[in-house]
C-alpha cells in the first residue's frame, strides 16, 4: 500500500486516493486537431520508471495531487497541488 | 498423566493444568501451554499424518511454524479448520484434532498404494500422460486425481449462519518508528537498545513467548529477563507476541496476523483461533528473523522420527519432552550438538552422533560427556516404515561402517536464514561460503537484518549484531537522547550475555548417495531424482524446475528443504549454488486464513448500505427494496412478484398521481463567477443561456467523445448552479468535474460541493400532480406562468423550506420537490397523504422504468459507456462553438456513423408477445447476425401488450421495419416492430399540461 | 461470419523427435529405467544472425505465435528470444481461466475460436496441459445485472458459443458451499459457460515451446532485446544483449511490457501498464468444482487440481511494473471470498503475486501491424491474456505470415483508436484504471 503525502492532509494510505493517470499529458487547445486530442486521450509512455500522474484524493481534500512515482520501486519522489510546479527526478523531462 | 515422554519441566508447560484433547478420536492428555505435536510426542506418537502424492506415513520433523508434515484439521460445531501444523497449534479441552489425506484411518491407508506406483509418478509426469481420449480428462483421470490430491478438508456444504461469523476481528492499524520482527537475541538486544531513546518501538514475535533461541539455552534466562524488563520500562516499546508478520510491502507497510491466546477465545475448544489482522506502518524495520534449519537428502529421511535437530532441543526445552529413547544425530555443524548434549544431559541416551566431518569443537565437547561420535561419516539410509528403526552408517568413501538401532533421528544440515520478508522489504541476499548459506541484507534507507537472519549466528553475536543495528538505525532517525539501557542494568554481572561456545566450520553436505527416496521436499513428495529428472528435461532454471518438480511449493514453501533442492540443482548444472540462486519468495511469510484478512466487513457487512432519508417509511409501505450500488432503492412497494404491483404503481401515475423517492440522484453544487462558463464546457449543449428559476436537460461526454452522464441542472442564481447526475454515475461525474476544475481549468473560478446527502427528493408525477403539490403548498401559485415546465425554485413544501422543480421523467405533468434529509419522511408522508383522495399511489423503480421506457427516455441501460450524442438522437444538442468536453474525439468518423446502434423504439407484432431485455434483434433473412439489442422491455399501460427500446444498427433508417428479437437462451423469437422510441406524446402536451 | 476451422494444408505436428513422443507406455518404459531417457523438452538454442521472423517474449502468446507459424503456416525460420527463462512471465502467475463470456460478437467469436484450440491443445502439442472444462458460472444479483448477463448469454449463443442459466437450486446444487442470502448481496441466481474451465499455465509455455522447438524454432533463452533497429522506414532486426539479430519480421509479445518495446521504435501504444492479483490458498480436498465469479465486487475463484484455491480480484488502479501484491487488495478479495463462500474463512492462503499486464484504453487486445514496416504486435490483453493464448498466436501468427490481419482480430487493430473503432465492452472510457 502505498503512502502518499498529501500537501493539504498530511501522510495518507493509498486506500483514501483514486488514481487519474498520466499527468504529463495536457489536454490540447480547443482549436487543436483530432490527433492531437487521439494523443491526450489514448497515447502514453507509459514509461518503466519515473511517472508523473494525478491523484484524486477522494476521501480527504477532494483536490488532485500530481505525483512523480517510480512504476517499478513506487518511490514517491514529490507531490504537489494541481498547479504547483514540480521538480522532476534527475534526468526526468515533461512532456 | 501427561505421556510418557515427558521427562523434565519444560519452560512452557504447566504441571498443575492437564488439558485433554482428541486426536482421530483418541484422547490425549496434555499439559496447558502444550502444542498438538508437544502434547503426541509427550504421549509417544509417531506417526501423525500422509504426505501428498506417495501417501507415506509422515511425523513430526518441526517444533514450529515450517512444518511440512504435521499438518491436521481442527474440528469444531462451526467447520473445520484445514491444515494447521500441529507444531503451533496450542491444545485446548475439547479439541478435536483429526488427521489428513489418509482413507479409511491414519495406520492403514489405502491410498498408500500410490507408492507402490512410485517410479511412475515422478516429476511432471501428468504432462506425458492422461491424454487420451480427449474428453476422458474432464470425466475420469482429472476426479480421480483432485481426490487423491489435497490435504485437508473443508466443509463442501455451507454450514448457514455460523460459518459466516468468522472468529476474526476488525483489522488493526499500527504506527511506529521502528518495527522490530522477531524476539531472539538479536532482536530483544535491538530494542533494549531502542528503550527510551525516544523512537517508538514495535517488537513482534509470532511465538507464545518473546525469546526465540535464547529459550532453548538456560543460561540466557537471566539476560532475556532484564532484557524484557528494561523494555517494559518504556511506554512507547510494544511487545506484541503470537503475531506473525505476513509480508512486507510498499512504503514501510507491513501486515501481520496475531492469534489470540485460547484463554482469549472464549469458550473450551476453539476450532479456529481468534485472529487479528494488523497493518503496520513502520520508517524504519530491523529484521531478527533468525534462520531455519535445513534438511539433507539421504534415503529415508521422511520417515516418522526423523526431525530437525534443532526441534529436539525445542520440545525438551519448551515442553519437557524427549523426542526419542535412543536417538541419532545426524549433522554436519556443532550447533546441532547442542540438542545432543542436552538430551544427554536430561537423561537420553544418544546412540551416536554421526558427522562427516573429522573433528570439532563441538564433537570434543560431545565426546567428553560420553557420547560416541562417528567421525567422517554418513547417514546413508534411514528405514523403518511407520517410525524409524535403524540407520545405516557408511564413511564418507561410502564403505558401510554401521548399522544403529534407534527410535529416533535427528537431522541438521545447517541452517539458512529466514530470509524472505528481508528479500520481499526490498534487501538482498549475499552468499556466505562459510554458512553455505544465504544471509539477508537490508539497504539503509529500509532498516536492518541483524542475528542469524544477518548470518550472525550464535546468541551473543546476534545480541551484538542486533545492538549495533539498532544504534544505526537511532541515529538515522534522529533520536537525541542516550539509547543505550545497558547503562541501566545490562552491564550488571548477572544478565550480562554469556559467552558463545567455540564451533568449528560447517561442512556443505546437501545430499547422501545411496539406495531409495532422499526428499528435499517432504509435503510435496520431491526427491533429488525429481530435481535431476526436471533437469534432465531442460527445466534448469530454478523457477522452472521448482514448477516442474512442485518443490518448495508446498505449505512450508521450502522453508527446510528449499536451498536442498537448488543444491542438487546446482550440482546438476554443474554451477554454485549462487549461480542457481533461491526462488523469489512471495507473501504470505505463513499462510494467513481469509478469515483474517477479511475481517469483520464480511456477509451483511461486505459493503456499507446508504438508504434513502425516508427509508423507514417506505419500509412502512411494504417496499421490496433493489441493491443500486450501495443503494437500497424501493423496486416496488409489494411483496408480491410479477408485473401486476408494478403496472399499478405505473399506472396511478399514468391516469391520476404517484410519488416516488429519487434521492439517490446525484447533487453537486456549483457557484462562483466561472459557474456558467464552467457548465458549458462540461455539458455538451449550453447552460449559461439558462435563466436563473430554470433548468436544463443536459448531457455531458467523456474526452472520448463518448456520453458520461446525463441530468437536469437548475440555475438558481446569476453564478449558483445544482447539477444532477444519475445514481450509478455519481462518483464518477463528481471526479469528472473536480478534474477539469481542478487540473484543465484551475484558472476559472468554480466551486464544487457534493450536497447529494443533504437533500431528499421526491417526484409527483401524473395528471393530478398540480392538485396534489396545491394541497401540501396552499398559497403557491403553481400555475403553468408561475411555475412553467422547467421552472427551479424556492419553495416550501408542506411547511418545508426546500426546492421545487418542474421536471419530468415520466412523461407526465410532474414536479420534483427537494427538501432536506431530516424532512424526509414528514414531507414524503405528507404528500401521499395529500394525495389520497386524489388517488395517489408511491411508486418504485420499477414503475419508473415502465413509464420512461413507453416515453423513450434513456437510463444506464441505454447510457452503457459506448453511446454517444448520435447514437441517441441528441446531435442537435451538440454546441456549434465554444470547447467543451469530448467535443474533437466526438466527430471521428466511427462515432457518428450512421450504421452505429441508434436508439429505437420496439413494438411486438403479436400483442401477446412479451419482450426479454437482453434479447438480441435480428434480420429475419441472417438470423445469426446481431444487428441489435433489446436494451429495456415492460408491458405498457398505455398500449395494449409490451413495449421496449432498443440499440439497433442503422436504427432511425429501419424505423417501420419488421425485425426478430431472439433470446437463444430462452428459446424464444418474437416479430417486433421497430418504431420511434419517442411515440408517447412526442409534443410533451402532457408535461407542459 | 462463423470461425474458420483449422486451415485444411496445417502440417500435423512433427514426430517429436528430439524430446520424443510422450505416451503412457513411454512413461512405463522410462520408469523402468530410473527416468535416465527423458531429454530436453525444447532445445537451448544459440542465436543464429538472421531469421524470417524474430519473436520478442517466450510467454504464452509469443510460443503459442512461434509454434503456429512454424506448424501451420509453415514458417519455420524462427527465433523467439526471452530476456529471462520462458514462461516466467504472465503466462506463468495468471489464475489459469479460460472461456469466451463476451459481450461484442467480435470478442465472443475471437475467444470461442480460442476454446475451440484448447479443446485439441493436447493432442496437438503431445502435451498435458490439463484443459478442464468445468464450467465457468457468473452469479448475479440485480434484476439489471440478470438482463445484461442475458444479454451477453444470448450474444454467445447467437455466436455459436455456449452458456446457460441457473436458477438458486441449481447453483446451490452445483456449489453447496456458496451463501445465498447470508450477504450483503443476496444472490439471485447465476449463468455458465459450461466450455469454460482452468488449464495447467505453466504446461501452456512448456508444451508449445516444445511443439515449437521441435519443428525448428530456435527458443533463446537470457537474451534481452535492448532495441529495435530499423532502415529505411523498415525494421531489420532486433538489438539484444547477445548481439544484433537479423529479422524480416519482428513481432512483439512482450505483454506488460509492450509500450516499452515499443518505445524503442519510437512509438507510444495506447496502454498502461497494471499489476493483477492473484492468490493461490494451501491445498484441500474437492471443495470447489466449477469457476466462480462474484457478480457484486471483483472476486473469482477456482480449484486447482492439486487442491488449492487459487484466485483474485481487481487491478491495482497505478501504473507499475513491480510483480508484487498489495495488502489491502488482498483484504478486499478475501472479504469477497468470504462473503460469497463462508466456509473460505478457514482456510489459510498460501501465497499473493502479481503480473504486470498490458491495460489498453479499451479494454480489447491489439494484434495489428505497428507504424513501422515489419513490426507488428500480440498484446494489449489487459487481465485476459491467459485463455486468448492459443487464438491470438494463431491469428498473430496469420498476420506475420500474410501481411494482414486474420478475420477474427480485425476489431484488434492499434488504428481503431483514432478512427474511433474502439471495442470498450465495460463502457468504462479511456481509463485502464477503472476497467
Known amino acids: ?95 | 498423566m501427561s505421556g510418557p515422554r515427558r521427562i523434565t519441566t519444560g519452560l512452557l508447560t504447566d504441571a498443575s493444568r492437564p488439558v485433554e484433547f482428541s486426536f482421530d478420536g483418541r484422547r490425549v492428555r496434555g499439559l496447558h501451554g502444550d502444542t498438538v505435536a508437544s502434547a503426541l510426542l509427550a504421549d509417544g506418537a509417531r506417526l501423525v499424518g500422509r504426505s501428498f502424492k506417495y501417501h507415506r506415513p509422515r511425523g513430526i520433523v518441526t517444533a514450529g511454524h515450517e512444518e511440512p508434515c504435521a499438518l491436521v484439521d481442527l474440528q469444531s460445531a462451526d467447520g473445520p479448520a484445514p491444515n494447521r501444523p500441529a507444531t503451533i497449534v496450542e491444545i485446548a479441552d475439547g479439541l478435536e484434532v483429526v488427521s489428513q489425506n489418509r482413507w479409511p484411518s491414519l495406520s492403514f491407508d489405502l491410498m498408500a498404494v500410490n507408492g507402490l506406483f512410485a517410479p511412475l509418478f515422478s516429476a511432471g509426469f501428468y504432462y506425458k500422460t492422461f491424454m487420451w481420449p480427449g474428453k476422458a480428462w474432464e470425466r475420469l483421470f482429472e476426479p480421480a486425481i483432485r481426490r487423491a490430491a489435497g490435504l485437508g478438508v473443508l466443509d463442501r456444504a455451507e454450514r448457514g449462519q455460523q460459518t459466516t461469523q468468522p472468529h476474526t476481528e476488525e483489522p488493526v492499524h499500527d504506527h511506529t518508528d521502528v518495527l522490530v520482527i522477531g524476539s531472539g537475541a538479536a532482536g530483544l538486544a535491538a530494542a533494549r537498545r531502542l528503550a527510551g531513546s525516544g523512537v517508538r518501538v514495535m517488537l513482534l514475535e509470532r511465538d507464545v513467548v518473546a525469546g526465540g533461541g535464547t529459550l532453548l539455552d538456560p543460561r540466557w534466562a537471566a539476560w532475556r529477563t532484564a532484557a524484557l524488563e528494561d523494555i517494559a520500562t518504556d511506554a512507547r516499546l510494544r511487545v506484541l507476541t503470537r503475531t506473525q508478520v505476513i509480508g512486507a510491502y510498499d512504503h514501510g507497510v507491513f501486515a501481520a496476523v496475531e492469534t489470540l491466546p485460547p484463554s482469549a477465545q472464549g469458550g473450551g475448544a476453539a476450532a479456529s483461533p481468534r485472529e487479528r489482522l494488523r497493518v503496520i506502518r513502520t520508517r524504519r524495520v530491523l529484521l531478527a528473523t533468525g534462520a531455519n534449519e535445513r534438511w539433507i537428502a539421504c534415503s529415508g529421511n521422511d520417515r516418522p522420527g526423523v526431525m530437525q535437530a534443532g526441534a529436539a532441543l525445542a520440545y525438551l526445552r519448551r515442553y519437557g519432552v524427549a523426542v526419542a529413547e535412543r536417538p541419532v544425530l545426524f549433522t554436519n555443524n556443532d550447533w546441532a550438538y547442542e540438542s545432543a548434549v542436552a538430551l544427554h544431559e536430561a537423561g537420553v541416551r544418544i546412540a551416536a552422533i554421526v558427522d562427516p566431518r573429522p573433528a570439532s569443537a563441538a564433537a570434543a565437547r560431545a565426546t567428553a560427556v560420553g557420547i560416541t561420535v562417528h567421525h567422517g561419516a554418513m547417514v546413508t539410509a534411514i528405514e523403518g516404515r511407520r517410525e524409524v528403526r535403524t540407520v545405516q552408517v557408511a564413511r564418507s568413501d561410502g564403505q558401510a561402517l554401521t548399522t544403529i538401532q534407534t527410535d529416533g533421528v535427528l537431522l541438521s544440515g545447517g541452517h539458512q536464514p529466514e530470509s524472505a520478508l528481508a528479500t520481499q522489504a526490498g534487501g538482498s541476499l549475499q552468499w556466505r561460503e562459510d554458512l553455505a548459506a544465504f544471509a539477508a541484507v537490508l539497504p539503509d534507507r529500509l532498516g536492518a537484518t541483524a542475528g542469524a537472519v544477518a548470518g550472525s549466528f550464535g546468541l551473543a553475536a546476534a545480541t551484538r549484531d542486533g545492538e549495533a543495528a539498532a544504534s544505526r538505525i537511532a541515529a538515522v532517525l534522529g533520536s537525541t537522547r542516550a539509547p543505550d539501557t545497558r547503562a541501566r542494568s545490562g552491564t550488571s554481572p548477572t544478565d550480562a550475555p554469556p559467552a558463545d561456545p567455540e564451533t568449528s566450520p560447517l561442512l556443505a553436505l546437501w545430499e547422501v548417495p545411496g539406495r531409495g527416496k532422499a526428499f528435499v521436499d517432504l509435503q510435496h513428495d520431491v526427491t533429488v531424482e525429481d530435481i535431476r529428472q526436471a533437469h534432465r528435461e531442460g527445466y534448469t532454471h530454478i523457477e522452472h524446475a521448482k514448477r516442474y518438480s512442485t518443490h518448495g511449493m508446498a505449505t512450508d514453501q521450502g522453508r527446510i528443504g528449499g536451498l536442498l533442492g537448488a543444491a542438487v540443482l546446482a550440482a546438476a548444472r554443474g554451477q554454485t549454488l549462487p549461480e542457481v540462486g533461491l526462488p523469489t519468495p512471495r507473501p504470505y511469510i505463513h499462510p494467513t486464513t481469509f478469515g483474517a484478512l477479511a475481517g469483520g466487513e464480511v456477509g451483511a457487512h461486505l459493503r456499507p448500505v446508504r438508504k434513502f432519508p425516508a427509508h423507514a417509511s417506505h419500509v412502512a409501505l411494504d417496499a421490496t427494496f433493489v441493491p443500486a450500488g450501495l443503494w437500497l432503492r424501493p423496486l416496488v412497494y409489494s411483496q408480491t412478484p410479477g408485473w401486476e404491483p408494478v403496472l399499478r404503481e405505473s399506472r396511478a401515475v399514468r391516469e391520476a398521481v404517484g410519488v416516488g423517492d429519487a434521492s439517490s440522484l446525484g447533487k453537486v453544487d456549483v457557484q462562483g463567477p466561472d459557474a456558467a462558463r464552467f457548465l458549458d464546457y462540461i455539458y455538451a449543449n449550453r447552460f449559461s443561456t439558462l435563466a436563473v428559476g430554470k433548468a436544463r436537460y443536459g448531457i455531458m461526454l467523456r474526452e472520448d467523445g463518448c456520453l458520461l452522464d446525463d441530468g437536469t441542472t437548475s440555475r438558481l442564481g446569476e453564478r449558483h448552479f445544482l447539477l444532477t447526475t444519475t445514481t450509478a454515475n455519481h462518483t464518477a461525474v463528481l471526479e469528472h468535474l473536480e478534474f477539469q476544475s481542478q487540473v484543465v481549468h484551475p484558472e476559472w473560478d468554480v466551486q464544487l460541493t457534493d450536497v447529494t446527502d443533504q437533500w431528499a427528493q421526491f417526484s409527483i408525477a401524473g395528471p393530478r400532480a398540480r392538485d396534489l403539490l396545491q394541497r401540501v403548498m396552499p398559497g403557491q401559485d403553481l400555475s403553468n406562468t408561475a411555475v412553467p415546465f422547467m421552472a427551479a425554485l424556492p419553495a416550501h413544501i408542506a411547511g418545508v423550506r426546500g426546492r421545487l422543480f418542474r421536471i419530468s421523467f415520466s412523461g407526465e405533468l410532474a414536479y420534483e420537490v427537494a427538501v432536506p434529509t431530516d424532512r424526509a419522511d414528514e414531507v414524503w408522508n405528507a404528500l401521499l397523504e395529500a394525495g389520497r383522495p386524489l388517488g395517489v399511489l408511491p411508486y418504485g423503480v420499477d414503475a419508473l422504468n415502465t413509464l420512461r421506457t413507453e416515453k423513450g427516455h434513456v437510463t444506464t441501460a441505454e447510457l452503457d459507456g459506448n453511446t454517444t450524442a448520435y447514437d441517441l438522437g441528441f446531435e442537435r444538442m451538440l454546441k456549434a462553438d465554444g470547447d467543451y468536453v469530448g467535443r474533437v474525439l466526438a466527430r471521428r468518423p466511427g462515432l457518428t456513423s450512421s450504421t452505429r446502434r441508434q436508439l429505437v423504439g420496439l413494438r411486438p407484432i403479436r400483442k401477446d408477445a412479451k419482450l426479454v431485455a437482453g434479447a438480441i434483434l435480428v434480420d429475419p433473412a441472417a438470423p445469426k447476425v446481431n444487428i441489435g439489442d433489446v436494451t429495456s422491455c415492460t408491458p405498457s399501460v398505455l398500449v395494449e401488450g409490451w413495449v421496449g427500446l432498443g440499440l439497433l444498427a442503422g436504427g432511425r433508417g429501419r424505423i417501420g421495419s419488421r425485425l426478430l428479437a431472439v433470446s437463444p437462451l430462452h428459446g424464444e423469437s418474437t416479430e417486433v416492430e421497430i418504431i420511434t422510441p419517442h411515440w408517447f406524446d412526442p409534443e410533451n402536451a402532457r408535461v407542459r399540461a | 461470419m462463423s470461425v474458420p476451422p483449422r486451415p485444411a494444408d496445417a502440417r500435423r505436428p512433427h514426430a517429436f523427435r528430439a524430446s520424443g513422443r510422450y505416451s503412457a507406455l513411454r512413461l512405463l518404459r522410462e520408469a523402468l529405467g530410473g527416468h535416465q531417457g527423458w531429454r530436453r523438452a525444447w532445445r537451448k538454442a544459440e542465436p543464429r544472425k538472421e531469421y524470417q521472423v524474430v519473436i520478442v517474449g517466450g510467454g504464452g502468446h509469443g510460443l503459442a505465435t512461434a509454434y503456429y507459424l512454424a506448424n501451420h503456416f509453415g514458417i519455420t525460420d524462427v527465433a523467439v528470444v526471452e530476456k529471462g527463462p520462458i514462461g516466467l512471465g504472465n503466462v506463468g502467475r495468471n489464475t489459469t481461466i479460460i472461456r469466451s463470456t463476451y459481450y461484442r460478437p467480435e470478442n465472443i467469436r475471437f475467444y470461442d475460436h480460442s476454446l475451440r484450440l484448447w479443446e485439441g491443445l493436447e493432442q496437438e502439442l503431445n502435451f498435458n496441459a490439463m484443459v478442464s472444462q468445468r464450467g465457468v458460472v457468473y452469479t448475479y444479483h440485480t434484476d439489471g445485472q440478470r438482463d445484461h448477463m442475458i444479454r451477453r448469454a444470448n450474444d454467445m449463443r447467437l455466436a455459436g458459443a455456449d452458456c446457460v442459466e441457473l436458477d438458486r437450486a441449481a447453483l446451490k446444487a452445483l456449489i453447496p458451499a456458496i451463501s445465498l442470502d447470508s450477504g450483503r448481496f443476496p444472490v439471485l441466481g447465476a449463468f455458465m459457460q459450461p466450455r469454460g474451465g482452468t488449464v495447467r499455465h505453466d504446461a501452456v509455455a512448456w508444451g508449445y515451446a516444445r511443439g515449437a522447438s521441435e519443428a525448428g524454432v530456435d527458443i533463446i533463452e537470457h537474451c534481452e532485446v535492448t532495441g529495435l533497429r530499423q532502415a529505411n522506414g523498415r525494421v531489420t532486426g532486433v538489438e539484444t544483449t547477445r548481439g544484433f539479430i537479423g529479422a524480416g519480421t519482428v513481432c512483439l509479445a512482450v505483454a506488460g511490457h509492450s509500450s516499452h518495446l515499443a518505445g524503442m521504435a519510437g512509438i507510444r501504444l495506447p496502454i498502461e501498464t497494471h499489476a493483477l492479483q492473484a492468490f493461490v490458498s494451501e491445498a484441500i480436498k474437492p471443495f470447489l468444482d466449477v469457476v466462480l465469479m462474484f457478480g457484486a465486487g471483483h472476486f473469482y475463484i477456482s480449484q486447482s487440481d492439486k487442491g488449492g484455491m487459487v484466485f483474485g480480484g481487481a487491478i491495482d488502479a497505478h501504473n507499475t511494473y513491480a510483480q508484487r501484491g498489495t495488502q489491502w487488495i488482498a483484504q478486499e478479495v478475501a472479504a469477497e471470498g468470504v462473503a460469497l463462500l463462508p466456509a473460505l474463512a478457514r482456510l489459510r492462503i498460501l501465497r499473493q503475486w502479481a503480473g504486470v499486464m498490458d491495460m489498453t484504453m479499451d479494454g480489447t487486445p491489439i494484434i495489428s501491424k505497428l507504424p513501422l514496416d515489419g513490426l507488428v504486435m500480440n498484446g494489449g490483453w489487459c487481465y485476459g491474456g491467459f485463455k486468448a493464448i492459443p487464438a491470438g498466436g494463431y491469428t498473430a501468427a496469420h498476420l506475420i505470415a500474410h501481411g494482414e490481419a486474420h478475420p477474427l482480430t480485425a476489431h484488434m487493430d492499434v488504428g481503431r483508436f483514432a478512427a474511433g473503432l474502439t471495442v470498450d465492452e465495460p463502457g468504462t472510457g479511456p481509463f485502464p484504471w477503472a476497467h
Open chain 1, 1 to 95: 500500500m502505498l503512502r502518499i503525502t498529501c500537501p493539504h492532509c498530511g501522510v495518507r494510505d493509498e486506500v483514501e486516493f483514486r488514481y487519474r493517470g498520466d499527468a504529463s499529458v495536457q489536454r490540447p487547445p480547443a482549436d487543436a486537431d483530432a490527433a492531437a486530442f487521439v494523443a491526450y486521450v489514448y497515447e502514453r509512455d507509459n514509461p518503466r520508471g519515473w511517472h508523473h500522474e494525478w491523484w484524486y484524493h477522494a476521501a480527504g481534500c477532494r483536490q488532485y495531487l500530481q505525483l512523480w512515482r517510480h512504476t517499478v520501486t513506487h518511490t514517491i519522489h514529490a507531490v504537489g497541488t494541481a498547479t504547483d510546479t514540480l521538480t522532476p527526478p534527475h534526468g526526468m523531462v515533461d512532456r
